[in-house]
């Protein structure tokens, strides 16, 4: 009964500018990593919006760091599952840390209801290097195997998800250095420490003077960087990176869950929302509960296979 009523309340109390109700009561926005990054960033963006168009609510930022993010992803059913305390979750971490055996969660303990935006992979290299393109790339990497060395965020990560995955994709051997951050990895790529990155697109737009992106995981290319082909172009198809979305407790009732989808849809779809995305270097997605089912088990498929070549694909239940 409960449930039911915090249901009809966001109903009754949707405001006139807004095309799906509001929250009855601000909501608690938690966040699995600490203040600063993409994620917090995104959170941040949307905070903003939505209190333009629900003046009367606040959407209270919460950090519970640690693990990787798992700290806060094993303790998310254990919140009220009000329909006022959501989860920023992101891919392929939710998948990859289960397999890993290091976390309190399975896969399927987490319940997204809707995905907002990807960073895309992207590979880089120094501006000073002499690799001009990824033709140059994958020349020097047949010629000197295993050679190459190419940094990123993280061990048993997305970055390093995807360099496996172009390792496998184009039949070549590099070397992949991990790193505690972006701030690390920004230094090693810079200074030419490593000889490039699998790194995300807000990188390269941030270091655009000083490295140089060679391919990149989007469906088309990127309207600010123009010039760096898609793996798609270069014969791959591969629509790939990091991924961040809102996931509610298990114990959230189902018209609640829609109720949250439609809210961030509307949201996403708000034209300062897609100013602020495009300027910081965030693909918008729209994926919402009608579409989830079918792109979770895409994204599973994916990052298992992606994860046996990391070489913990082992560890599935």
């Keep these: 009964m409960k449930k039911l009523l915090l249901a009809l309340s966001w109903i009754l109390l949707a405001p006139l500018a807004l095309a799906q109700p509001c929250p009855e009561k601000s909501l608690l926005y938690w966040q699995a990593f600490p203040p600063g990054g993409e994620s917090d960033l995104s959170a941040r963006h949307q905070q903003m919006v939505l209190k333009k168009k629900c003046a009367a609510i606040d959407t209270i930022v919460q950090y519970k760091a640690g693990a990787g993010g798992g700290l806060m992803w094993g303790q998310m059913n254990g919140l009220p599952g009000d329909g006022l305390n959501i989860v920023g979750v992101n891919l392929p971490h939710i998948v990859f840390q289960p397999l890993e055996g290091q976390v309190q969660y399975k896969t399927q303990d987490v319940t997204p209801v809707f995905w907002f935006h990807y960073t895309p992979d992207i590979l880089v290299v120094p501006e000073q290097s002499t690799i001009r393109n990824f033709a140059d790339f994958i020349k020097a990497a047949r010629a000197r195997p295993g050679q190459l060395t190419l940094g990123g965020s993280g061990l048993n990560s997305a970055n390093h998800a995807a360099h496996e995955r172009m390792n496998a994709a184009f039949g070549v051997k590099t070397n992949y250095i991990p790193y505690k951050g972006t701030g690390d990895l920004s230094t090693a790529v810079i200074g030419a420490q490593v000889d490039g990155a699998m790194t995300y697109s807000p990188f390269a737009i941030n270091n655009k003077s000083r490295v140089r992106a060679l391919a990149i995981a989007m469906d088309k290319r990127h309207p600010l960087l123009p010039?760096?082909?898609?793996?798609?172009?270069?014969?791959?198809?591969?629509?790939?990176?990091?991924?961040?979305?809102?996931?509610?407790?298990?114990s959230t009732a189902p018209e609640v869950r829609r109720r949250l989808s439609d809210l961030w849809m509307t949201l996403n779809n708000d034209p300062e929302m897609k100013e602020l995305a495009a300027r910081n270097g965030f693909e918008l997605i729209n994926i919402g509960l009608d579409q989830m089912d079918a792109f979770m088990k895409e994204k599973v498929t994916l990052y298992t296979d992606g994860a046996k070549r990391l070489g913990f694909g082992k560890k599935l239940p």
Excluded: C, Q, S
């Design 227 to 250: 010039d760096v082909p898609t793996f798609r172009e270069l014969g791959v198809d591969w629509v790939d990176g990091a991924y961040r979305g809102i996931g509610v407790p298990k």
